[in-house]
C-alpha cells in the first residue's frame, strides 16, 4: 500500500505534467514521437520536464490563484507527506474545501504544462532551433528532407545559392520495385508521407500529378506519361530510391508601411476606447470643442480607413503611401492639438 500510494503521488505530482508537456510538444508531423519508445522511457524523459512544471505551477498557485494558505505553508504540506510516506490517508484529503483546492491545482498544472509545451513548440519551430542544433532535432527525419528544410542543414547550405528563395513543394522521383515486371519509375509531388512509430523509418509517401517514366524501344528515348489518379500511395518496402527536386519561390517581402499603419491606427482606437470623454468633460473654449469634435471624427475616419483596408487590401495598393503620409500628418496635427489644448 505504502508503495504504491507514494508511487501514485509521484506521478500525479511529477510524472504527469511531464507526460502533458510531451504530449502537446510533440503535435503536427512529429505527433508520432510522442508514442515512440517503451513507457519506462516515456517515464524517465518526462520527469524532468515535470520537475520544472510543477515548480512553476506551485508558485503560479499560490501566488496568482491565492488559494488556501495552507498551500503555502510548508509544515503543512509536510505533515501530509509523512502520512502518506507511513501508509495512511491524511484525513485532510477528505475536505471538500481542500479537495477543490486540490483539482484546481491540478488543473493548473495542466494548463501550465499545455502552455509551456505550445510556446517550446512554437521557439524551437519558428527560430529553427530543431536545425540548427541536432539535440533538438525531431525523431521524423523524413519531414526535413521530404519538406526541404534540410536545405539549412550546415551540409547542405549552399545548394540554394539565392537566400531569398524559399521551398514551395517538392518533386520526387521514385524507383519501385513491381515484382517480376522489374522497376518503374515515378514522378510526382510529394503531399504527405507517414512515419512508423517506434523506429521512425518511412512507412510510405503520398504523390499527386503524379507521371511515370517510359522507355520507347523504337527511337530509343524516354517518354512521360500521365499516370491517372488524384493520389499515389507508394509502400516505402517497394520503394528502392528516391530523387527530390525542392520547387522554390521567393519569399514575401514584409511590408513596414503597412505594418507601421496598422500599429497606428490600433493605438489611436486604443486610445480613444479608454480616452475619448476627456476631450468634452475638460474645461476648454468653444474653439476647443470644435477641435476636439473634429479630432474624434477624423480619428473615427481613419480607423474605418483602416479596417476597411484589412478586408480590401487589393483595392487600394495604388494608394499605401499616400494614406501613410496622410495619417502621419493627422497624427502629428493632433498630437500637437492635444497636447497644446487638454494638457
Given at each position: 500500500?505504502?508503495?504504491?500510494?507514494?508511487?501514485?503521488?509521484?506521478?500525479?505530482?511529477?510524472?504527469?505534467?511531464?507526460?502533458?508537456?510531451r504530449r502537446f510538444y510533440y503535435v503536427g508531423?512529429?505527433?508520432?514521437?510522442?508514442?515512440?519508445?517503451?513507457?519506462?522511457?516515456?517515464?524517465?524523459?518526462?520527469?524532468?520536464?515535470?520537475?520544472?512544471?510543477?515548480?512553476?505551477?506551485?508558485?503560479?498557485?499560490?501566488?496568482?490563484?491565492?488559494?488556501?494558505?495552507?498551500?503555502?505553508?510548508?509544515?503543512?504540506?509536510?505533515?501530509?507527506?509523512?502520512?502518506?510516506?507511513?501508509?495512511?490517508?491524511?484525513?485532510?484529503?477528505?475536505?471538500?474545501?481542500?479537495?477543490?483546492?486540490?483539482?484546481?491545482?491540478?488543473?493548473?498544472?495542466?494548463?501550465?504544462?499545455?502552455?509551456?509545451?505550445?510556446?517550446?513548440?512554437?521557439?524551437?519551430?519558428?527560430?529553427?532551433?530543431?536545425?540548427?542544433?541536432?539535440?533538438?532535432?525531431?525523431?521524423?527525419?523524413?519531414?526535413?528532407?521530404?519538406?526541404?528544410?534540410?536545405?539549412?542543414?550546415?551540409?547542405?547550405?549552399?545548394?540554394?545559392?539565392?537566400?531569398?528563395?524559399?521551398?514551395?513543394?517538392?518533386?520526387?522521383?521514385?524507383?519501385?520495385?513491381?515484382?517480376?515486371?522489374?522497376?518503374?519509375?515515378?514522378?510526382?509531388?510529394?503531399?504527405?508521407?507517414?512515419?512508423?512509430?517506434?523506429?521512425?523509418?518511412?512507412?510510405?509517401?503520398?504523390?499527386?500529378?503524379?507521371?511515370?517514366?517510359?522507355?520507347?524501344?523504337?527511337?530509343?528515348?524516354?517518354?512521360?506519361?500521365?499516370?491517372?489518379?488524384?493520389?499515389?500511395?507508394?509502400?516505402?518496402?517497394?520503394?528502392?530510391?528516391?530523387?527530390?527536386?525542392?520547387?522554390?519561390?521567393?519569399?514575401?517581402?514584409?511590408?513596414?508601411?503597412?505594418?507601421?499603419?496598422?500599429?497606428?491606427?490600433?493605438?489611436?482606437?486604443?486610445?480613444?476606447?479608454?480616452?475619448?470623454?476627456?476631450?468634452?468633460?475638460?474645461?476648454?473654449?468653444?474653439?476647443?470643442?470644435?477641435?476636439?469634435r473634429i479630432w474624434l471624427f477624423l480619428e473615427?475616419?481613419?480607423?474605418?480607413?483602416?479596417?476597411?483596408?484589412?478586408?480590401?487590401?487589393?483595392?487600394?495598393?495604388?494608394?499605401?503611401?499616400?494614406?501613410?503620409?496622410?495619417?502621419?500628418?493627422?497624427?502629428?496635427?493632433?498630437?500637437?492639438?492635444?497636447?497644446?489644448?487638454?494638457?
Amino acid at each position: 500500500m505504502e508503495i504504491a500510494l507514494n508511487s501514485f503521488v509521484l506521478f500525479l505530482l511529477f510524472i504527469f505534467p511531464g507526460i502533458v508537456f510531451r504530449r502537446f510538444y510533440y503535435v503536427g508531423e512529429f505527433s508520432k514521437q510522442f508514442n515512440s519508445g517503451n513507457w519506462i522511457n516515456t517515464i524517465y524523459i518526462s520527469l524532468v520536464p515535470g520537475l520544472i512544471i510543477q515548480i512553476i505551477s506551485y508558485f503560479a498557485f499560490v501566488n496568482l490563484i491565492n488559494a488556501n494558505l495552507s498551500f503555502n505553508n510548508f509544515e503543512f504540506i509536510n505533515s501530509i507527506y509523512k502520512k502518506i510516506k507511513k501508509d495512511s490517508l491524511p484525513k485532510e484529503l477528505f475536505n471538500f474545501e481542500l479537495l477543490s483546492w486540490i483539482f484546481l491545482y491540478l488543473f493548473t498544472t495542466v494548463f501550465i504544462s499545455f502552455i509551456i509545451a505550445q510556446i517550446c513548440w512554437k521557439v524551437v519551430r519558428t527560430f529553427n532551433l530543431d536545425i540548427q542544433f541536432s539535440t533538438l532535432r525531431f525523431n521524423n527525419y523524413w519531414h526535413y528532407y521530404l519538406s526541404g528544410e534540410s536545405l539549412k542543414f550546415k551540409d547542405f547550405k549552399g545548394l540554394l545559392p539565392d537566400k531569398s528563395l524559399i521551398v514551395a513543394l517538392t518533386e520526387a522521383d521514385v524507383l519501385v520495385d513491381v515484382g517480376n515486371d522489374g522497376t518503374k519509375l515515378y514522378k510526382g509531388l510529394i503531399r504527405q508521407h507517414t512515419i512508423c512509430k517506434n523506429s521512425g523509418d518511412l512507412k510510405a509517401i503520398y504523390l499527386t500529378d503524379v507521371r511515370r517514366y517510359r522507355k520507347n524501344f523504337e527511337n530509343n528515348s524516354v517518354e512521360i506519361k500521365d499516370v491517372p489518379g488524384h493520389i499515389m500511395i507508394l509502400p516505402a518496402e517497394k520503394i528502392i530510391n528516391i530523387n527530390l527536386t525542392y520547387i522554390t519561390r521567393h519569399k514575401k517581402q514584409t511590408n513596414y508601411s503597412a505594418l507601421i499603419l496598422g500599429i497606428l491606427n490600433l493605438i489611436i482606437l486604443a486610445f480613444l476606447m479608454f480616452n475619448p470623454s476627456n476631450i468634452f468633460l475638460r474645461n476648454t473654449t468653444l474653439f476647443g470643442d470644435i477641435i476636439g469634435r473634429i479630432w474624434l471624427f477624423l480619428e473615427w475616419l481613419i480607423i474605418g480607413t483602416f479596417f476597411d483596408t484589412l478586408l480590401n487590401s487589393k483595392k487600394h495598393e495604388n494608394i499605401k503611401s499616400l494614406r501613410y503620409g496622410l495619417l502621419s500628418f493627422f497624427v502629428a496635427i493632433l498630437l500637437i492639438i492635444y497636447f497644446w489644448f487638454y494638457r
